[in-house]
């Protein structure tokens, strides 16, 4: 069986890793002052937005593409070759994506799997990379092999603020009151599609500590991604004190990356995450 895989642009794989898999990446939306631009790094970079994102007088919106865009990728797959789709995507929890794309799947009756990821960033793009290179083996190893990252990966971030989740409506709005209040620097994790708040420090080297904690708690990585809001030199610093700390527990191959527009609209700039799966 030929398998094409779809996904969403908030899955944040990096594109020689989109290339290699040959997958299809479906770009959503970002609309700041009414202007619209699509998740694929044309028309504003992700550098430019998280330095405008603190000035900017109304909050950026996000939204999901539509059932068309999937449309077009399911029915080019098919046409190419493929007995069948994989679409794997963000929460449903906390977007509409994979609304969208099983309205879309409806049309194509048995030969599209849409697949609720329950996670965001590279806890959705591990996921779909697990997928791609058991694709070969057909649609249950592919299945099976979304379902194992699943269950070993792990997400969690150290933001600057709560404010933007406050704004999104992601959480409680007298928590988001008291981070502000006691200028702390909030920690929270994706687990099961659901947003928790795990704690709070004063500082960002506490903030990188707890996160070294947490990941050295996990022992022997298959895979890790250092992700950041436009804080590129902490996130060097953070892998580079794991290095030395933990290097037998690393994988060789860690990306680092600026997450999505879409994503760091609700956590803001100068965040600091990361995404693991467990050996």
């Known amino acids: 069986m030929k398998l094409g895989i779809v996904t969403d642009s908030t899955c944040d794989i990096p594109q020689f890793l989109i290339e290699q898999h040959e997958l299809e990446v479906v770009p959503c939306i970002l609309a700041i002052d009414g202007k619209e631009?699509?998740?694929?790094?044309?028309?504003i970079t992700r550098e430019d937005f998280y330095e405008r994102l603190p000035a900017l007088r109304t909050?950026?919106?996000?939204?999901?593409?539509?059932?068309g865009d999937f449309s077009v990728r399911y029915e080019s797959l098919l046409?190419?070759?493929?007995?069948?789709?994989?679409?794997?995507?963000?929460?449903?929890?906390?977007?509409?994506?994979l609304n969208v794309t099983q309205r879309a799947a409806s049309d194509?009756?048995?030969?599209?799997?849409?697949?609720?990821?329950?996670s965001l960033s590279l806890?959705?793009?591990?996921?779909?990379?697990a997928?791609?290179?058991a694709a070969e083996l057909g649609m249950q190893a592919a299945l099976a092999a979304i379902e194992s990252a699943r269950r070993n990966?792990?997400?969690?971030?150290?933001?600057d603020t709560l404010e933007y989740l406050k704004r999104s409506g992601r959480v409680p709005a007298t928590v988001a009151m008291l981070g502000g209040i006691l200028r702390i620097k909030p920690l929270i994790e994706l687990a099961n599609g659901e947003v928790k708040a795990t704690g709070a420090v004063r500082t960002t080297r506490q903030a990188n500590e707890r996160m070294s904690k947490f990941l050295l708690e996990e022992g022997p990585l298959e895979r890790l991604a250092i992700l950041h809001t436009n804080a590129e030199a902490r996130a060097r610093e953070f892998l580079n004190d794991l290095m030395e700390r933990?290097?037998?527990?690393?994988?060789?191959?860690?990306?680092?990356?600026?997450?999505?527009?879409?994503?760091?609209?609700?956590?803001?700039?100068?965040?600091?995450?990361?995404?693991?799966?467990?050996?």
Do not use: W
């Open 108 to 118: 194509f009756p048995e030969r599209v799997t849409c697949v609720d990821s329950a």
């Open 246 to 279: 933990a290097s037998q527990s690393v994988p060789r191959d860690v990306l680092m990356l600026n997450v999505t527009t879409i994503i760091g609209t609700h956590l803001g700039p100068n965040g600091l995450g990361f995404a693991s799966v467990r050996k």
């Open 131 to 133: 997928a791609a290179e």
């Open 59 to 67: 909050q950026p919106t996000t939204a999901a593409p539509s059932i």
């Open 37 to 43: 631009y699509v998740d694929d790094g044309k028309g």
């Open 153 to 159: 990966l792990r997400v969690f971030a150290a933001l």
């Open 123 to 129: 806890g959705l793009g591990f996921q779909v990379l």
């Open 79 to 97: 046409r190419r070759g493929c007995d069948h789709v994989l679409s794997i995507h963000a929460a449903g929890s906390l977007t509409s994506i």
